[in-house]
């Protein structure tokens, strides 16, 4: 076990689940681990407990929905391995996501939970067997030694309920004991215990002070009912939280490599070095960012955009880690491996998500440990009372009030609706970081959306063309594209696009950076394109001719003779955003538009949306300013932007949304990350936050509904033991179950791209 401890201090096994990040003046690593034997919140806190004050421990949170630990180290002062001990004598182990995560890890659990779950089930059916001729028959009618024969062999087949199929509740409970504290199992193993020693006793002496009376049925019913529950259960919560552990662990663990001789040879992931050349099979995912070394590869890269359609990326184009290579077989040139890759941030916002825990669920992880003591109080009083009034049922009494007020739902209440939510979206191409977001989402009244790169698109287009007498528009353009053709500046690429295929004269071109461009052609005619200033014109005389448009950006381009056209362009409104717009305002949401720029423009792209809230010319500071402003009025306000130059406004939003490609690698501010840039998946989110909300109600009404309903009836002595832990297992069940639906988000169809010919005439 110990070298199994310091295969976790290996730097080649930590890249995978540790990083170095800033704590204060000094840098800690944080690992991301799983915790493997956990079962509810109450083991969380023991593991929580076992890690917190320890030399070298900055921090340590364990998420009891998932079974992660977020652990906050410093090197200098522990090892992984010493810390991983310490929790192993709690009974838990810590592994690394990707082991945890593996099929035969996987398998290894599930087969030992199912070996669990016959023996209760079989065990069961032979005691009912047993037991049943007493239930249908007359005292005196069976024999003594008949009766007691059957009892007898009830408590043999018993034996093996008690000591292997129970054997996770007693670990559990014992475990929590040692360290002075009550879990959620500690109830149940009491219970469990309670019920096999008395029945033992009155199984070897009837006329005992016990009693005649046995319960063999009913443990091993109750056992049973409560194993196949917590089956389900943890299928459920693999369910749940499985789009993100799928999303998380896409990787091979092996590809193969390219030798200097040509010939291939298979290697480990953690064996690959930036350079290598690997080859990619069919339905593989790739490994690490790099380039496609083959003519061409057909990728599925829905990871990064939400989008489920197959993307070409010919020769020399890029491919990134977790996306699929859908037909063929591909050679690539890694770029990024490990941690530098876009994958590796996506995951880290992931598992940051699954290793929140939200508001409502740390309240009632707080309610669960209180309520745990009173219920073992109750117990005990019902217990009491019972024995003065029905000394035969005051043990069945107070069992089943151990059994039914187990508080396993209302932990899992909240949790697992955020995850489930959180999963759905990260499917969609969506990240959630922070799992409480959804709360405040769903709270939201007002969203702002920033404008360039938001409710625009990220390239400007040629909206109008001005000419001078004799020339036309088509003309005009493509004398500036042959000038434009030789510069990537965005104005140059959009006059380039308006043009399409046209055949277009060769020029020798200099471009003059930050102004425009400059040529001349072979009759030796000097062409300018670019601003006003460069091309040598009079931008005000311009603006009282009519040759160009106020306030509004424009590209001039001029030849020896002066003024040939003026360029009139637009960033272009996204075309998903009038939808988006009205969706949001269906919700009874109010929409505002927040810029740093100008006026004017910032009114052409409002006006157009029915946005009438526009502040503009807003420095940053001003944006945080507005905002605040906005929320001392009471508003709720969800800020969404391009995730670049927004970080303060985005901070201090109730909920922040990141549009593009970009935001993983560059804002870390953001709650979510839409990777698509669709505006309407800002508003599925908001849609997707209230539904989560709703179920997040629904589960707690229900687990305080249930409680209500099953205590009073247990301390009435009308609940035996084994309908006690049917109804603690359904009650964990239809709260997962419910959290379930919030998984079966529906894809919408993405917008098509707006074709480059659908930009307005020139006029």
């Not at 998380?248 to 480990?268: F, I, K």
């Not at 690539?332 to 880290?348: H, K």
């Not at 589960?699 to 099953?710: D, E, H, I, P, R």
Request: aromatic share 6%; hydrophobic share 50%; proline share 5%.
């Amino acid at each position: 076990m110990d070298d199994d401890f310091r295969v976790l201090d290996d730097p080649l096994e930590q890249r995978d689940f540790t990083q170095v990040c800033a704590q204060g003046d000094r840098p800690v690593h944080e690992s991301i681990l799983m915790v493997q034997g956990m079962y509810c919140a109450a083991c969380a806190d023991t593991v929580e407990a076992a890690l917190a004050g320890r030399p070298g421990v900055v921090e340590a949170q364990v998420h009891a929905a998932t079974r992660r630990l977020i652990l906050r180290w410093d090197p200098a002062r522990t090892r992984l391995s010493e810390l991983a001990q310490a929790v192993g004598r709690t009974g838990y182990r810590l592994l690394p996501m990707q082991q945890a995560l593996g099929v035969g890890e996987r398998v290894r659990e599930t087969r030992q939970a199912l070996w669990r779950l016959f023996v209760a089930g079989f065990c069961m059916m032979q005691v009912m067997m047993y037991t049943w001729p007493e239930y249908v028959t007359e005292p005196g009618q069976i024999p003594p030694d008949i009766v007691q024969l059957l009892r007898w062999a009830s408590w043999v087949l018993s034996l093996p309920v008690m000591l292997f199929a129970s054997g996770p509740f007693f670990a559990s409970a014992w475990r929590d004991l040692k360290r002075g504290r009550i879990g959620m199992d500690t109830p149940v193993a009491v219970g469990i215990s309670v019920t096999f020693v008395a029945s033992s006793l009155a199984t070897f002496d009837p006329s005992g002070p016990w009693g005649a009376d046995i319960w063999f049925d009913s443990l091993t019913m109750f056992v049973f009912f409560l194993l196949g529950g917590r089956y389900l259960e943890f299928k459920l919560r693999d369910r749940t939280a499985g789009a993100l552990d799928a999303l998380m662990n896409r990787l091979p663990e092996q590809c193969e490599r390219e030798r200097a001789d040509g010939s291939w040879e298979r290697v480990s992931l953690k064996r690959l070095q930036v350079g290598d050349v690997v080859r990619v099979e069919a339905g593989q995912a790739f490994p690490g960012d790099g380039v496609v070394l083959s003519d061409a590869a057909t990728v599925d890269e829905a990871l990064l955009t939400g989008e489920s359609h197959p993307i070409t990326r010919r020769q020399g184009e890029s491919v990134v880690a977790g996306s699929y290579n859908l037909a063929g077989t591909v050679r690539v040139r890694l770029e990024r491996l490990g941690r530098d890759t876009r994958f590796a941030q996506i995951v880290s916002l992931m598992e940051q998500a699954s290793t929140d825990r939200p508001r409502l669920a740390r309240l009632a992880d707080r309610i669960a440990a209180p309520f745990l003591l009173l219920v073992l109080l109750a117990a005990g009083l019902a217990a009491a009372f019972w024995w003065t009034v029905d000394p035969h049922r005051a043990l069945a009494t107070a069992v089943a009030v151990l059994i039914v007020t187990c508080p396993c739902a209302l932990s899992l209440a909240t949790p697992a609706a955020m995850l489930a939510a959180a999963g759905a979206l990260a499917q969609r191409g969506i990240l959630t970081r922070r799992l409480q977001a959804f709360e405040a989402l769903a709270a939201v009244d007002t969203v702002v959306f920033d404008k360039t790169g938001t409710l625009t698109q990220d390239r400007v287009v040629v909206r109008e063309v001005q000419v001078r007498a004799g020339w036309d528009a088509e003309r005009a353009l493509q004398a500036a594209a042959a000038l434009a053709r030789a510069s990537l500046h965005p104005v140059s690429r959009a006059i380039v696009a308006r043009v399409g295929d046209a055949a277009l004269p060769t020029l020798e071109v200099t471009e003059v950076p930050g102004r425009g461009l400059v040529a001349r052609d072979a009759h030796g005619r000097q062409w300018r394109l670019g601003s006003a200033a460069h091309a040598g014109l009079d931008e005000a005389e311009l603006v009282r001719t009519g040759r160009s448009v106020p306030d509004v950006p424009c590209a001039y381009l001029s030849d020896d003779d002066g003024w040939v056209a003026t360029f009139v362009l637009d960033e272009g409104v996204r075309p998903e955003a009038h939808d988006a717009v009205a969706r949001l305002r269906a919700l009874g949401i109010e929409v505002r538009l927040l810029s740093g720029d100008r006026l004017g423009a910032a009114q052409r792209v409002a006006r157009p949306l029915g946005i009438d809230a526009v502040v503009a010319h807003a420095s940053p500071e001003r944006k945080l300013a507005e905002v605040a402003r906005w929320q001392a009025q009471g508003r709720r306000v969800a800020m969404v932007g391009d995730g670049l130059n927004d970080g303060p406004v985005l901070a201090r939003a109730d909920v922040s949304f990141a549009l593009g490609h970009g935001a993983p690698l560059t804002q870390t501010r953001a709650d979510f990350v839409v990777q698509s840039g669709r505006l309407t998946d800002v508003v599925f989110v908001i849609e997707r936050a209230r539904a989560t909300m709703r179920v997040v109600r629904q589960n707690l009404a229900w687990a305080a509904g249930y409680n209500a309903v099953a205590v009073p009836l247990a301390l009435l002595g009308w609940m035996p033991p084994w309908a006690a832990g049917l109804g603690m297992a359904a009650s964990s069940l239809l709260v997962i179950g419910n959290a379930m639906r919030l998984s079966r988000a529906t894809r919408e169809a993405a917008p098509p791209a707006p074709a480059l010919a659908s930009a307005p005439s020139p006029v």
